[in-house]
C-alpha cells in the first residue's frame, strides 16, 4: 500500500511552474526558468495601450522586460507621441511637438485584461529606466530619474526615492539597481525605501546589476566590470572589458557581453579572465546559461551558443537583424526578440528553430517564460502572449448511462483487481494451513 501511494505522488503531483519575477528571472541574471517550454504558439492574448489615443502623427512604445507573478504580468514602459511637426524655412530643421510618459502596468495574465496602470507623465527627465521585479506583493521599478515601490495588487505608491536607474533586483528585502546619477550601484531597504549604501564605479552604469555568492556584480561605462559586498558596498574587485550588458553568475563565473564585440566569462571570486569569444558585432544582449552552455544575441544579426566552461562556439543562428534581446531558456528551448521584428525559439541543443512569431515592431524586450507561456513586448506598442491553446472540450453526445462498474478510473480499477487477487490467494493459503495443522492434531 505505501508502493501505491507513492506512485500515485508520482503520478497527481505536477511540474512546479515558478514565477518570473524579475529581468532575468532572478537575482543571478542567468535568464533561465521551470515548467513546460512553448513548442506550438499560438497567440493567447495581446493588448495594444496606445489603443485609445487619437489625431496624432505617430506613437513610440518602448517596452521593458515583464516580470510573470501569481498570474500577473508587470512590465514598464516609455511611450512618446508625436502630435504635430513645425518646419521653419529659415532655419530647415524640422521640430516636433508631442507629449511623453512612462508607466508601469499590470495585466492579466491569462486574458490580458489591464489591471492597473501607475503613470508618471510629469517627470523633467522622465524616460524608462529598466524592468520591474515583483516581491512580497510590492512591483519595485526604476525610471530614468527616481525609483518607486508599488502595491503589486492595486497599483498605489508605497515609497519613491530620488534617483533612477536600471532594472531593479530584489534579494532578502534590499533592492539593488545600477543608478545613472550615482554612476554605481545602490542599494535600498525594501520596506520603506531608505538607501542602505551606495558605491561609485566612476563612470555611468549601461547594466543591471547581478547578485550571488554575497556579492553585487555589475558594469559601468568605464569599461569595467565590478563585483561589491552585497551587505556594505565595498569593492571587492573590478575588471577592465567593455560591458556591454548586464552580467549573467553562474557556478562561480560571471558571464558578460561588451562593445568589443566579446562574450567574458570572468572568475567571481577575483575577477580573473576565463576565456573571450569574439562576435562580429556589439554585444548589448545579456547571457542566459543552461545546460552548460552560454546563450546570448549580438549585433551581428546571431544568436550564439558557447560552451561555459571554455567559450568553444557550439553553434549560431542568423537572423534578419540585430539581437539585442536576452535569451531565455525553458524545457531546452531558447526563446529571443530580433529588431527584424520577430520572436524565435530555437533547439537549445543545436540551435534549430522551432518556430518564429512576427511582431508589427522591433523586439528588444526580452521574454519571460511562465506556466508554458511566453511573454514579450514590442515596440508596436503591443504587449504578447504565445502559448499553447488547451484541447478543446468533447461536444456532448448522448449515451447510455454508465454501469456502476465502470465509473471508476482505469487505474483504480487496476489496483482493485491486483488487491482482490492477493486477498483471495492470501484466504485460500491460511485455509490450505489450517486444513493441514488440523489434519496434524488428528
Known amino acids: 500500500m505505501v508502493c501505491i501511494v507513492f506512485l500515485f505522488s508520482l503520478v497527481l503531483i505536477p511540474f512546479a511552474n515558478a514565477d518570473w519575477a524579475m529581468f532575468r528571472g532572478n537575482p543571478s541574471n542567468d535568464g533561465v526558468g521551470?515548467?513546460?517550454?512553448?513548442?506550438?504558439?499560438?497567440?493567447?492574448?495581446?493588448?495594444?495601450?496606445?489603443?485609445?489615443?487619437?489625431?496624432?502623427?505617430?506613437?513610440?512604445?518602448?517596452?521593458?522586460?515583464?516580470?510573470?507573478?501569481?498570474?500577473?504580468?508587470?512590465?514598464?514602459?516609455?511611450t512618446s507621441v508625436v502630435t504635430s511637426k513645425i518646419l521653419i524655412p529659415p532655419l530647415g530643421p524640422l521640430f516636433t511637438l508631442g507629449y511623453g510618459y512612462t508607466d508601469v502596468y499590470a495585466f492579466n495574465a491569462t486574458n490580458g485584461a489591464e489591471v492597473w496602470d501607475y503613470r508618471d507623465n510629469s517627470s523633467a527627465t522622465g524616460g524608462l529606466g529598466g524592468s520591474p521585479a515583483v516581491f512580497n506583493g510590492v512591483v519595485f521599478f526604476c525610471f530614468q530619474d527616481y525609483t518607486g515601490a508599488l502595491n503589486a495588487s492595486s497599483g498605489v505608491s508605497l515609497w519613491n526615492y530620488t534617483t533612477g536607474g536600471s532594472s531593479t533586483i530584489v534579494v532578502g528585502g534590499v533592492v539593488y539597481f545600477g543608478s545613472y546619477t550615482l554612476g554605481g550601484v545602490i542599494a535600498l531597504n525594501a520596506t520603506n525605501g531608505a538607501q542602505l549604501w551606495g558605491s561609485t564605479t566612476n563612470g555611468g552604469v549601461v547594466s543591471s546589476p547581478a547578485v550571488a555568492n554575497g556579492a553585487v556584480y555589475e558594469g559601468s561605462e568605464n569599461g569595467n566590470v565590478y563585483a561589491f559586498n552585497d551587505s556594505n558596498g565595498f569593492e571587492l574587485w573590478n575588471h577592465a572589458c567593455s560591458v556591454n550588458s548586464s552580467p549573467a553568475v553562474v557556478n562561480g563565473v560571471v558571464y558578460v557581453g561588451s562593445s568589443d564585440n566579446n562574450v567574458y566569462a570572468l572568475n567571481a571570486a577575483n575577477g580573473a579572465k576565463l576565456w573571450n569569444y569574439t562576435t562580429d558585432g556589439v554585444v548589448a544582449s545579456s547571457p542566459a546559461v543552461a545546460n552548460g552552455a552560454v546563450y546570448i544575441g549580438s549585433d551581428d544579426d546571431n544568436v550564439y551558443a558557447l560552451n561555459a566552461t571554455s567559450g568553444i562556439w557550439l553553434w549560431n543562428y542568423t537572423t534578419s537583424a540585430e539581437v539585442g534581446s536576452s535569451p531565455a531558456v525553458v524545457g531546452g528551448v531558447v526563446y529571443v526578440g530580433s529588431t527584424d521584428n520577430n520572436i524565435y525559439a530555437l533547439n537549445a541543443t543545436d540551435g534549430v528553430q522551432l518556430w518564429n512569431y512576427t511582431t508589427g515592431g522591433q523586439v528588444q524586450s526580452s521574454p519571460a517564460v511562465n506556466d508554458g507561456v511566453v511573454y514579450i513586448g514590442s515596440e508596436d506598442g503591443n504587449m504578447y502572449a504565445l502559448g499553447t491553446l488547451p484541447p478543446p472540450s468533447p461536444s456532448p453526445t448522448s449515451s447510455p448511462s454508465p454501469k456502476?462498474?465502470?465509473?471508476?478510473?482505469?487505474?483504480?480499477?487496476?489496483?482493485?483487481?491486483?488487491?482482490?487477487?492477493?486477498?483471495?490467494?492470501?484466504?485460500?493459503?491460511?485455509?490450505?494451513?489450517?486444513?493441514?495443522?488440523?489434519?496434524?492434531m488428528k
Open 404 to 440: 456502476p462498474s465502470n465509473t471508476l478510473p482505469i487505474i483504480a480499477e487496476g489496483i482493485g483487481a491486483v488487491f482482490i487477487v492477493i486477498v483471495v490467494v492470501a484466504v485460500l493459503v491460511f485455509l490450505m494451513f489450517q486444513k493441514k495443522l488440523k489434519t496434524k
Open 34 to 78: 521551470t515548467g513546460n517550454p512553448v513548442l506550438t504558439p499560438t497567440l493567447l492574448w495581446k493588448t495594444n495601450v496606445n489603443e485609445n489615443i487619437t489625431n496624432v502623427l505617430s506613437i513610440d512604445t518602448t517596452w521593458s522586460s515583464p516580470a510573470v507573478v501569481d498570474d500577473t504580468v508587470y512590465i514598464c514602459s516609455e
